[in-house]
């Protein structure tokens, strides 16, 4: 709830500091004296749009801050606090501050962080609600109505929007198979080309690179063939070196005792004769493997060309050709399992379809009793506050299925008639200013809760009326408050009387210097002023004591 406002510089207010509590709080004062001034200071710290004429004459700068105080933060709140960014320590007090400048421009902040102005607006519904002479939010604006109304009815909307998230999850699964479905069969026949072509290759993972090496290395014994053959017949046969080299080794081997020298020799020879025997394994080797047959080059090249053509064609590695092919087996397989598998799916979105209608419908059946419930409830407080000729109606009528959301089948309005035999509209079309605040406050009386906010003002609710008017008015009001933060601006004693805070805004004037200030009455200011409501300019000694009579019948 609100706590503490303080405003520097705003129009008439100089400084003012003032500080609130729960229940009921009432402002009272003279006309003119600047009750307007505070609900638009306070709107600044809402995110209204920010005049430079809210400015003092001769200042720079106004400022507001607000400050409120909550058990824990309302959800919205919160949300909205996370959703920007915004630190609040649990237990942590809400602190709004707007700054304005003569130029017109203006800084927000909460708890000293730079935030926008867009942000206090959207904070704003859950922490004041105003309603006034030209309210246009609330309670009045229809989109709230059916929250309202299935608040008050203690309606399952979780259950139904549960149920529309299951449905549309369900049709989305739905339209996906179909549209998977159909663009498989306008595909079938060239997947069955691609697959039988892919068949007919078999390619296998790695044969590529294998057919790649195997080309490259006939390729080499083409070129070296000739190379190779002169490198053979000077390795074959009895008068070739290497044979040569083995009879010097034998006739070696037979002197090789007679000097040490001749041992090294033979050594040597032999180690040359090994290493001579490794070089004509090699070179049969690497004829074997360079081995030129150019039907099998052909035969490998041929290949290796399809598989490259085929890789291009379906635009993939060759080594994926594998793959591809068990993708199209699949999709072949879902075309003929496909119609099984659409039959599960139609099921489960016309069971889940079936599912939301019920729990829908349901939620229908409920806002309707809901609905005759409220009307009479409205209806037992409108005589009392003055509207005994008005009638109000709790409009329930179904959508188009186009329009079926996870809030059910229905849109909700409340409407009234203010004369007999008048057809019900709008609340905002028909009712005026005062009349729109009472149906208001009977609206709440019956709907028994605070409308969302945490704190909530009315701004003369009692305009026009007195007497008994005004005592139902302002027994109403107290009730309200009951548990929570109301504030009121009125001209009505009796009203005034029924409060727990009393503020009274005046005005004064010092030359040509006008200020506006408001203080926190006592139980003798509260009398005074009371009475000061009750006989006008002069405060009589009859009115002291009506005003005694009024704080002491509350």
Request: net charge negative; aromatic share 4%; with cysteine.
């Amino acid at each position: 709830m609100l706590t503490t406002l303080t405003i520097r510089n705003i129009v008439l207010i100089e400084t003012l500091e003032l500080a609130f509590s729960g229940g009921l709080g009432v402002l009272t004062g003279e006309t003119g004296a600047g009750k307007s001034i505070l609900l638009d200071a306070l709107g600044l710290v809402l995110g209204n749009r920010a005049e430079s004429g809210l400015v003092r004459a001769g200042e720079e700068q106004a400022s507001v801050v607000a400050t409120f105080e909550f058990a824990q933060l309302p959800e919205p709140v919160a949300a909205a606090l996370s959703e920007a960014d915004v630190a609040i320590e649990p237990g942590e007090m809400l602190i709004i501050r707007r700054t304005l400048k003569l130029d017109g421009g203006s800084r927000a902040f909460i708890n000293d962080q730079p935030v926008g102005v867009a942000l206090l607006r959207e904070l704003a519904p859950a922490l004041v609600e105003l309603h006034g002479q030209h309210d246009d939010r609330g309670l009045v604006n229809p989109r709230g109505h059916r929250a309202l109304l299935d608040r008050y009815a203690g309606a399952d909307r979780e259950g139904v929007a549960a149920a529309w998230d299951d449905w549309r999850a369900a049709e989305a699964r739905l339209a996906a198979a179909r549209a998977a479905i159909a663009q498989a069969s306008a595909d079938q026949d060239l997947l069955l080309a691609y697959l039988a072509e892919l068949t007919a290759l078999a390619p296998q993972a790695g044969e590529e690179q294998s057919l790649a090496d195997a080309r490259a290395d006939m390729q080499k014994g083409e070129r070296l063939a000739d190379d190779l053959e002169a490198l053979r017949h000077l390795w074959d046969g009895s008068d070739s070196p290497l044979a040569a080299m083995r009879g010097a080794a034998r006739r070696l081997d037979r002197i090789a005792p007679e000097h040490p020298l001749l041992r090294e020799a033979l050594e040597a020879l032999d180690r040359a004769v090994i290493e001579a025997g490794e070089a004509e394994d090699r070179l049969a080797a690497a004829a074997e493997a360079l081995a030129h047959d150019p039907a099998e080059l052909d035969r490998i090249e041929t290949r290796l060309f399809e598989l490259r053509a085929l890789a291009r064609k379906h635009q993939c590695d060759a080594d994926d050709l594998p793959n591809r092919m068990q993708a199209m087996r699949a999709a072949l397989d879902a075309i003929e399992s496909g119609e099984a598998e659409l039959g599960a799916l139609e099921r489960a979105e016309r069971d889940s379809h079936q599912t939301y209608r019920a729990k829908a419908e349901a939620l229908h059946a409920n806002r309707v009793a809901a609905a005759m419930q409220l009307d009479a409830a409205v209806a037992k407080e409108l005589a009392p506050l003055k509207l005994d000729a008005a009638r109000f109606r709790t409009s329930v009528t179904g959508l188009p299925e186009e329009r079926w959301g996870p809030a059910g089948m229905d849109a909700v309005e409340f409407l009234i008639a203010t004369n007999p035999g008048a057809d019900f509209a709008p609340l905002t079309k028909i009712a005026s200013g005062g009349e729109l605040s009472r149906f208001i406050l009977a609206l709440k009386v019956a709907l028994a809760e605070q409308g969302g906010a945490a704190t909530v003002i009315f701004d003369e609710i009692d305009r026009g009326v007195g007497g008994a008017v005004a005592s139902a008015i302002g027994e109403r009001l107290a009730r309200l408050a009951q548990g929570g933060q109301l504030l009121a601006v009125t001209h009505s004693p009796q009203v005034a009387a029924r409060g727990g805070l009393h503020y009274m805004i005046a005005k004064s004037s010092e030359g040509v210097v006008t200020r506006t200030s408001v203080v926190l009455l006592d139980a003798a200011g509260r009398q005074e002023e009371i009475a000061r409501m009750l006989s006008g300019a002069e405060v009589t000694p009859e009115a002291r004591a009506q005003a005694d009579r009024l704080l002491e019948g509350v």
